[in-house]
C-alpha cells in the first residue's frame, strides 16, 4: 500500500489521509511530501537531480527541502566532489523507523498538549 493512500476514521467519522495529519502537524505541502518520499525511496538526492525527478523548479525543491531538515526529516551533507564557488549539498531521509518514531511521538505531544488546555469542567464531564 502506498503511504499516501493510508487513511483513518477519525471520531468525528471523518476519513483523513496520513499527509493530510502531516500537513497539520507539520505544515507539510504536497511537493514537500513528494521530496520525502523520493528521497526515502531512492536514496540521497542533490537539488538537481530532486528537480528532474519530480519535475520542479529547483527553486521549489529548495524550499522543500529546507523545511525537511528544519523539521529533522532530512539531513544536508556537503557534496565532496563539491568544487569551488557555491558548495553543493546532498539531501538524504533520515532513517524510516525514526521518521515513524518522530511522527508518533510528535503526534502523542500534540494529543498531550491539546488536553493539558481543555478546561477542568470538559475533562470531567
Known sequence: MQVENIRVRLPSGKEVGLV???????DISDTDFQVLKTLLNS???????????????KASINRSVNKLVSLGFVERVK???????????????????????????DFRYCADLFSSVIPQELKSK
Not at 20 to 26: G, H, I, N
Not at 43 to 57: C, I, R, Y
Not at 79 to 104: C, H, L
Open 79 to 105: 557534496d565532496s566532489s563539491s568544487k569551488g564557488g557555491r558548495p553543493r549539498y546532498i539531501y538524504k531521509p533520515i532513517d524510516a523507523d525514526k521518521i515513524t518514531e518522530k511522527i508518533s511521538n
Open 43 to 57: 536514496g540521497p538526492k542533490t537539488e538537481d537531480e530532486l528537480a528532474e525527478m519530480l519535475h520542479l523548479s
Open 20 to 26: 493530510d495529519a502531516l500537513s497539520f502537524c507539520y
